[in-house]
């Protein structure tokens, strides 16, 4: 069993579309994240959320909603899409929202690309 | 905020050979500093981390060391084998913090 499992793996659609990524978490962690890696590997985080509540909201373009229906799920979605947001998205989850404490348990990444 | 800086950016290295990777970070405040592997089409997976209240930790092949007055601390793998080539991400994080600030990767290349 996928401990983190995101879907879709690979995304290709036009700018001005709206898309969705879905990520769950089996491992019983209270914390979720989104995470952006762009191509040159840089890794920036953009959500937390800790048992359904957002606590981390980066600089990020309001295009981009998180939405957490229960603390397994932390879905992505994005409006307007725009050339920059091609990228791989990653999800992750850690038991609680303290980093020290644990690991970051990371999905197979989301690889967006915007035409 | 924290700024954490990593070097080389790429590394090659004949197999059975040492890599070395180096981070620096600027919140003197930090005191936990994982590492993480992302292999090819994966996502980054934690190899080893430190705290501050020691200056080295080994697990099998791999050691890391860190320096906590000139704030910079470091990945150490030995006897590297082509299945070490992947990107690694040194970071920092505040011990109960809830955000954790990732490097700008190594690429490490194992030749056969």
């Known amino acids: 069993d996928t401990a983190v499992s995101q879907t879709p793996k690979y995304l290709v659609t036009q700018m001005g579309n709206d898309k969705s990524i879905k990520c769950e978490q089996n491992?019983?962690?209270?914390?979720m994240y989104w995470y952006k890696q762009d191509s040159k590997k840089f890794l920036k985080i953009m959500f937390s959320?800790?048992?359904?509540?957002?606590?981390i909201n980066e600089t990020v373009p309001n295009r981009f909603s998180p939405k957490s229906p229960d603390k397994a799920h932390l879905n992505l979605h994005i409006n307007s899409l725009e050339l920059g947001d091609s990228a791989v998205y990653f999800c992750?989850?850690?038991?609680?929202?303290?980093f020290g404490t644990g690991e970051l348990f990371f999905g197979e990444g989301s690889r967006l690309t915007v035409l | 905020g924290e700024n954490v800086e990593q070097h080389p950016s790429t590394l090659s290295v004949q197999e059975g050979d040492s890599a070395v990777i180096k981070c620096t970070y600027s919140?003197?405040?930090?005191?936990?500093f994982p590492w993480y592997k992302q292999e090819l089409g994966k996502g980054p997976q934690l190899i080893i981390d430190?705290?501050?209240?020691?200056g080295e930790k080994k697990d099998q092949r791999i050691a890391v060391t860190l320096n906590k007055t000139a704030k910079h601390f470091s990945l150490h793998i030995t006897e590297t084998q082509p299945e070490d080539s992947a990107v690694y991400f040194c970071?920092?994080?505040?011990?109960?913090?809830?955000?954790?600030?990732f490097g700008t990767g190594t690429r490490l290349t194992v030749i056969p």
């Open positions: 992750a989850s850690s038991q609680n929202a303290q």
């Open positions: 491992l019983g962690h209270d914390t």
């Open positions: 959320y800790n048992n359904k509540e957002l606590i």
């Open positions: 919140d003197s405040a930090s005191n936990y």
């Open positions: 430190i705290r501050s209240n020691v």
């Open positions: 970071a920092a994080a505040q011990t109960g913090a809830n955000n954790l600030f």
